[in-house]
């Protein structure tokens, strides 16, 4: 069983920029896929990025690609999302989430994640 805890979520100006952490315990974190989404107030869950376990593939939603990077550290057992140029469109409770690696590259889809975490908040003022 994994446990994820997100961190780093705040309040900042549109052009600004905040790095979000999920911290977990629990299981093998190296052989987990991690992902991130997002939820925004009366909208549906949405993809965001992705790493596989060992960092050799991302993938990313394309309202965040070239402003967002996602990276792990396995051996501090925490992944990160570094947010850069932030939109207010980007105002969301972020999730972090986590599956065992079933394949070489990491799924976009939030039903191919088992395990998740309470969330953080973002919001960025215009």
């Known amino acids: 069983q994994v446990q994820l805890v997100e961190s780093g979520g705040g309040l900042v100006q549109a052009g600004g920029s905040l790095r979000l952490s999920c911290a977990a315990s629990g299981g093998t974190f190296s052989t987990y896929h991690v992902a991130w989404f997002r939820q925004a107030p009366g909208k549906e869950r949405e993809f965001v990025a992705a790493?596989?376990?060992?960092?050799?593939?991302?993938t990313y939603a394309d309202s965040v690609k070239g402003r967002f990077t996602i990276s792990r550290d396995n051996a501090k057992i925490t992944v990160y999302l570094q947010m850069n140029s932030l939109k207010p469109e980007d105002t969301a409770v972020y999730y972090c989430?986590?599956?065992?690696?079933?394949?070489?590259?990491?799924?976009?889809?939030?039903?191919?994640?088992?395990?998740w975490g309470q969330g953080t908040q973002v919001t960025v003022s215009s």
């Open positions: 790493i596989n376990w060992s960092a050799a593939f991302t």
């Open positions: 989430s986590a599956d065992f690696a079933r394949g070489l590259r990491p799924a976009s889809l939030a039903g191919e994640y088992d395990y």
